[in-house]
């Protein structure tokens, strides 16, 4: 087993609100960088204050510390919503932002005012935005639509993890709510992306919402070749289908070794952190079974090569977000 502790790695999405030391601790142990993740999302604070607080963290431990920018869908239809944005995004970069993030809210709430329709991703009202990250070379991380399993209902939800969840909160359950859009739709919208700005580069969160299938996202991988994912809060799914399709899985990660970073999304929480680091590595450096909230019973590690690992874990992210230092 390779040394964990010393293997270089970056938590390519990850959150923390609100500044705490143990953050630093960590990655001084387990030689580890984060990208703090800004996003639009009501459980978060106000961007400006996510921002400072990356921002924070930065001037204290550049070495461990990076950040994804993002902006706020308020007051959208207002004729200066874009050029309120782009200052503030602009801003964000020449701090020192390596991307900016888009979240699910644009496909799933945001409502048009004339006939009530829910906003895509790919409406020409986000043309300018996709120019401006298009032409100066932006990174775009996208949180587009939720795993499939949302839109089924209990019963037919593939992972335990998924079941118990949108049994506690209803309200994020798009089965329970036929006005939001379909799973089709949202991947559709953000596939559509890819087409339009060939030039940009796109990073789908959590598997890009393919979590479910591998072949699926391979697909994608083989048509669009600015398109990228990473594995924050979803790994469960794809040892789920180990367990079935051992060899299709291992295989995967090695033949699109240079399309996949690693990610915990672990939010204001050190312990999932540690739990997921050390149980992540064990399931991609052995051969030993393991277990997971995601699957019913156990599976087996898949044994990475060093070279996949090194692309998996750091040099993929380093190459993805170039501003990254």
Not at 310 to 319: F, G, I, S, T, V
Request: glycine content about 4%.
């Amino acid at each position: 087993m390779l040394e964990f502790e010393h293997f270089p790695k970056i938590d390519a999405h990850f959150h923390s609100t609100f500044y705490d030391p143990v953050y630093e601790q960590i990655a001084n142990d387990y030689h580890l960088k984060y990208i703090n993740i800004n996003t639009d999302a009501s459980v978060f604070p106000p961007m400006e204050v996510q921002e400072s607080v990356a921002l924070s963290y930065i001037k204290k431990a550049p070495a461990h510390f990076a950040y994804i920018a993002s902006f706020e869908m308020k007051g959208w239809q207002h004729p200066n919503w874009f050029k309120e944005v782009s200052n503030g995004l602009k801003r964000s970069i020449d701090q020192g932002a390596v991307g900016v993030k888009i979240w699910k809210n644009i496909g799933m709430e945001v409502l048009k005012s004339d006939d009530k329709s829910f906003l895509m991703i790919d409406d020409q009202f986000f043309d300018p935005l996709f120019l401006f990250l298009s032409e100066n070379k932006i990174p775009v991380l996208t949180h587009l639509g939720e795993p499939r399993n949302c839109w089924l209902p209990l019963e037919e939800m593939t992972s335990e993890r998924n079941k118990a969840y949108y049994t506690q909160n209803p309200e994020f359950h798009a089965y329970l709510h036929p006005e939001i859009p379909s799973y089709e739709t949202q991947i559709a919208a953000r596939d559509h992306l890819m087409v339009k700005y060939p030039e940009l580069t796109l990073v789908g969160a959590h598997l890009g919402s393919l979590e479910w299938s591998y072949e699926e996202l391979a697909k994608r991988f083989d048509q669009y070749s600015n398109f990228y994912v990473d594995l924050s809060s979803r790994l469960g799914h794809l040892q789920m289908q180990s367990v079935k399709d051992y060899d299709g899985v291992r295989n995967f990660f090695i033949k699109y070794a240079d399309r996949i970073m690693y990610g915990t999304d672990a939010y204001n929480n050190p312990e999932k952190l540690i739990s997921s680091l050390i149980n992540d590595w064990q399931y991609f450096t052995t051969n030993k079974y393991g277990e997971s909230a995601e699957v019913k019973g156990i599976f087996k590690g898949i044994d990475l090569p060093e070279d996949v690992l090194y692309q998996l874990y750091y040099a993929n992210a380093k190459r993805i977000y170039p501003a990254l230092n």
